[in-house]
């Protein structure tokens, strides 16, 4: 069975600070990646998604993430984050052999200090 | 329309009581899934649907819970003799196809509250 780890609950920052946001996954076989971005009393968003090729996917609003195989890792990262990042962060998996269910992380919350 | 519709946003149950909640997925989507969330944690999967055909409805948590999309665009998620346990958001999300790959796009949920 799928599952993701989210390492963090809750992070905190200042404003300009480097984020980076770890994510774990466990699945034997070949997985699609995705980050999701819930802003509060907002919808779902997806701010990136990796299938194939090039590991380090870049998404929306300066984020981006790398794929690591042999981590069994997809973490989330940004240089320099703004008051506006201020929001919980979903990491998911779904296997590519049953490209149905996506298995979501319990998700990081984000709070951003200006 | 633009994007996923969830109806009610908010439903307040007694115990015990039937509730019905309703996804519009977005116009020509073919997948239709629906995830409950509770109150600090990440979405769990509960079905899935490629247009009428519910392919998978592993993640329902009883028999008390049960989904149809008969005419392949809109889903009712229905839970009969609700709980308290049953408290959560219940969030409906479409994608264009099944294959992999393919974004899902979600709706702003219904937050039920049974007491």
């Known amino acids: 069975a799928q599952s993701v780890s989210q390492h963090n609950h809750h992070v905190i920052l200042s404003e300009a600070a480097s984020l980076e946001l770890g994510c774990n996954y466990s699945?034997?076989?070949?997985?699609?990646l995705f980050w999701y971005v819930q802003y509060p009393g907002q919808h779902l968003q997806l701010l990136l998604k990796?299938?194939?090729?090039?590991?380090l996917v870049k998404g929306i609003k300066g984020f981006e993430a790398e794929f690591i195989k042999s981590k069994f890792s997809f973490n989330l990262r940004k240089p320099s984050v703004q008051w506006s990042d201020t929001a919980e962060y979903f990491c998911?998996?779904?296997?590519?052999?049953?490209?149905?269910?996506?298995?979501f992380g319990s998700g990081t919350r984000l709070s951003i200090r200006p | 329309g633009a994007g996923v519709s969830q109806s009610p946003r908010y439903k307040v149950a007694k115990r015990g009581q039937d509730v019905a909640l309703r996804c519009d997925p977005i116009?020509?989507?073919?997948?239709l899934f629906w995830y409950q969330q509770a109150l600090g944690q990440g979405p769990e999967f509960l079905t899935y649907?490629?247009?009428?055909?519910?392919?998978?409805k592993s993640g329902l948590p009883s028999d008390r819970f049960f989904a149809e999309r008969p005419e392949g665009s809109v889903s009712t998620l229905k839970i009969q003799r609700t709980q308290q346990e049953d408290s959560a958001v219940y969030l409906c999300?479409?994608?264009?196809?099944?294959?992999?790959?393919?974004?899902?796009?979600f709706g702003q949920g219904t937050r039920l509250t049974v007491v």
């Open positions: 999300a479409s994608s264009a196809s099944g294959r992999e790959g393919t974004e899902a796009f």
């Open positions: 699945y034997g076989g070949t997985v699609n």
């Open positions: 990796y299938f194939s090729g090039d590991p």
């Open positions: 998911a998996v779904n296997a590519r052999s049953s490209a149905s269910k996506i298995i």
């Open positions: 116009s020509g989507h073919v997948s």
């Open positions: 649907f490629q247009n009428e055909a519910q392919l998978d």
